[in-house]
């Protein structure tokens, strides 16, 4: 079966680091995603790897290693608007997004 | 830009009753998908659409039918609503079926009594 694991909740203090971390086991693999997900609101695409090695965009990176089917997101400097759900996904082998149930970050002041 | 839009909001439905969920997206994106999201559990793929006049079976498929007559409009149908399908439902789209980005309409909150 096809499986993706992520933590259900993390606590943050504001102005620090965090790291979610996202294990999957998919029939094929074509690209992880992260998306963030306000309480109520729709998911929005944060980032997309393909290939092994962390990439970087502002606040927020991303590093995936294939050959371990592991992926972490890493969020710096946190703001009290980072509280939200974060969503793991993969594309499969039939181009279909496998999800995650996301990870809730609380940000604490 | 709308983006993609979705109707209704919310909506309250008797068990047996059929109903619509309209998606309509102005990106000219080619694929487009429907998913509901359940407390606890990820988003799961009921059925998608890689290009206008054509459609396929998601993950959970029973109970819900589709259309895609034009680039624009994906509307999901339930013929005779049940309990078990109280969910919020996403529509999204992306530019195309492989390794693109997906677009997320704003929701709607269905309970069926």
């Known amino acids: 079966g096809q499986n993706i694991d992520q933590p259900t909740e993390m606590t943050a203090t504001e102005g620090a680091i965090v790291q979610i971390n996202c294990t999957y086991q998919?029939?094929?693999?074509?690209?992880l995603f992260w998306y963030q997900q306000h309480a109520g609101e729709a998911p929005t695409f944060l980032s997309y790897?393909?290939l092994d090695g962390l990439e970087e965009k502002g606040r927020f990176s991303s590093f995936l290693s294939r050959s371990k089917g592991y992926s972490y997101l890493l969020l710096k400097e946190l703001q009290m608007k980072d509280s939200a759900s974060y969503l793991c996904?993969?594309?499969?082998?039939?181009?279909?997004?496998?999800w995650g149930a996301g990870t809730k970050l609380i940000i604490k002041p | 830009t709308a983006g993609i839009t979705q109707a209704p909001t919310s909506q309250i439905l008797a068990a047996g009753r059929s109903m619509t969920l309209r998606c309509t997206q102005d990106?000219?994106?080619?694929?487009m998908y429907w998913y509901r999201q359940d407390l606890g559990l990820g988003l799961r793929l009921i059925h998608y659409?890689?290009?206008?006049?054509?459609?396929g079976k998601g993950e959970v498929p029973d109970g819900y039918s589709v259309s895609r007559a034009n680039t624009d409009d994906f509307p999901l149908t339930l013929a005779s609503a049940v309990p078990s399908q109280t969910s919020v439902y996403f529509c999204?789209?992306?530019?195309?079926?492989?390794?693109?980005?997906?677009?997320f309409g704003p929701g709607t909150r269905l309970t069926v009594l």
């Open positions: 998919t029939s094929g693999f074509n690209g």
């Open positions: 990106m000219r994106h080619n694929a």
């Open positions: 996904a993969v594309l499969d082998s039939n181009y279909q997004l496998i």
């Open positions: 659409s890689n290009t206008a006049g054509t459609t």
């Open positions: 790897n393909v």
């Open positions: 999204a789209s992306s530019d195309s079926a492989g390794g693109e980005e997906q677009f």
